[in-house]
């Protein structure tokens, strides 16, 4: 079969790979659209010590299941399935408690398994999840970073909230779509892309626009500033600007992860008294959810997509870390 392999720091390559075989309890899925993540940028940007190669990235993936290991129900041969990539333990403490995303045990697939950038792969039946026939495939490939959406709007934002989202790729955008789910009052967005701003705004957000955000929501909120700041950019102006805008005994969700560190104001924090919390990925209720409301057609996707077949994956990943001409990039066999 043919697969997308990653072999270190911008390099991507179509190699034959052997086909997939499936171990007890486990299921194989033909891939039908594997959409490309910000995490699989950051693997094929710079070397990073969580994404190993040679890797078969992909876990936004959508397809059908076309072989069975022993032990799983005959009658799944032919679903049409969603991946639902982290996989957990379930006998650890945050497991019991219901935190499968940060099991410490806890595997993703197109991390530490063989990912979707592949025409076919095995993954435990319990990852695969049927998916109505009516959502189209790129659709279907939003239900992982919504489930993110849904993850930290569900915890952050309260019927009344006045919200930042600072990025508007894909993640920024959902964060912004179901922040107002959640009953936020304006959902603000920043993002240097004008494209993106606008896909933003479709959403029902109000983008920020000229150079100066901050004076801007500052004019908007009469300098008492946002009661949730979502970044879902992760750098350190991006953090920094959070901690200006957000208001006395305000929250932060930190999300992106454009770099790996910088400063932080320890000053802001605690003479504001704001509420900073980390996240990663999402569990099972949020990729329940998430799943119902792409079922229901809740997230207007109009010009999101570019589908490119894997054979042109090293350029998409290019074209996706070098410009901003592409907004979700799509990979089919």
Same mark, same amino acid.
């Given at each position: 079969?043919?697969? %997308? ?7 991507? #390559? ?28 950051? +693997? ?8 190993? =190669?040679?890797?078969?990235? &992909? ?7 076309? !072989? ?24 650890? #403490?945050?497991?019991?408690? @219901? ?13 530490? %398994? ?9 993954? =435990? ?18 239900? !992982? ?14 019927? @009344? ?28 967005? /920043? $993002? ?13 957000? *109000? ?17 008492? +500033? ?11 102006? /991006? ?10 005994? +305000? ?11 910088? /400063? ?8 504001? #008294?704001?509420?900073? *919390? &980390?996240?990663?990925?999402?569990? $099972?209720? $949020? ?5 119902? %409301? ?29 410009? *901003? ?9």
């Amino acid at each position: 079969m043919k697969a %997308l392999v990653y072999l270190g720091p911008r390099v991507m #390559e179509l190699q034959d790979a052997p086909d997939p075989q499936p171990g007890t309890g486990e299921v194989v899925i033909a891939t039908t659209a594997a959409a490309v993540c910000g995490s699989d940028l950051h +693997g094929f940007r710079e070397a990073s010590p969580r994404r190993i =190669p040679p890797l078969i990235m &992909g876990h936004e993936v959508v397809g059908a299941i076309d !072989e069975l290991g022993d032990g799983v129900d005959p009658d799944r041969i032919g679903a049409r399935v969603v991946l639902s990539p982290i996989l957990s333990c379930g006998t650890c #403490e945050a497991c019991r408690d @219901g935190r499968t995303n940060v099991c410490p045990n806890g595997r993703l697939v197109g991390r530490e %398994l063989t990912g979707g950038f592949a025409s076919r792969f095995a993954v =435990p039946a319990s990852a695969a999840v049927p998916i109505a026939s009516s959502v189209p495939d790129d659709l279907a490939t939003l239900t !992982e970073p919504l489930a993110n959406a849904v993850h930290v709007t569900a915890r952050s934002v309260r019927s @009344g909230d006045d919200v930042l989202v600072i990025g508007a790729g894909p993640i920024g955008v959902l964060m912004a779509r179901m922040a107002l789910e959640q009953g936020a009052r304006t959902v603000y967005s /920043t $993002d240097p892309v004008p494209n993106r701003r606008a896909f933003a705004r479709a959403q029902g957000a *109000t983008p920020l626009e000229g150079g100066d955000p901050e004076a801007a929501l500052r004019e908007t909120t009469d300098g008492r +500033g946002v009661d949730v700041v979502i970044d879902a950019a992760g750098f350190e102006a /991006t953090w920094a600007l959070g901690f200006r805008v957000v208001r006395p005994g +305000g929250r932060i969700e930190a999300v992106g992860l454009g770099t790996p560190t910088g /400063t932080v104001d320890f000053f802001a924090i605690a003479g504001k #008294e704001i509420q900073v *919390t &980390g996240s990663f990925a999402w569990t $099972d209720e $949020d990729f329940a959810r998430a799943l119902a %409301l792409i079922e229901a057609g809740a997230i207007d996707t109009s010009g999101w997509f570019t589908l490119m077949p894997l054979a042109e994956g090293q350029r998409a990943f290019e074209e996706l870390v070098d410009t *901003t001409d592409r907004f979700k990039v799509v990979l089919t066999p």
